[in-house]
């Protein structure tokens, strides 16, 4: 999956913890698979073209929201995941912080944050959305 060229749907569908709970994290909204294709089209897919494998988690249903919160994983309330507008990404490859510096400067956004947790994980939390895009960058972001 992860060393495939082009993304697809199913990898901004998949979720680890969906899988483990067996809880349904399909979109009921069609506008959330638009969301998801803009992430592909003007963040993902040149992010990846750049720097070649690119793990993402994206896409939260109200299921796997209450799952997460319920794990303590503390996910925010108006959370843009929610909507397909919103992905996580790790760059096993790279300097994260560099991943962070080449997307502020080359991507459109409205939201890119560095974010870590107190267990030692960071990602980058990028979100798009079409026509209303803050382009706000904060590069330590404490989840
Ligand atoms: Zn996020």
Known sequence: MVDKLYFSMTELLHSDIADKYNINNM???????DNMLDLIHYVLQPTRLHFGRVDVACYRSYALWNKLKQLGFNPAKDSQHLKGQAVD?????????????????NIEYDQLLYEYDSKGNKWIHVSYNKGKNRKQAIDNYKA
């Not at 979109?27 to 698979?33: G, L, N, Q, R």
Request: proline residues 8%; without cysteine.
């Open 89 to 105: 990404i790790t760059v096993p490859s790279r300097n994260l912080k560099d991943v962070f510096k080449w997307m502020k400067e």
């Open 27 to 33: 979109p009921t909204d069609k506008k959330h698979y």
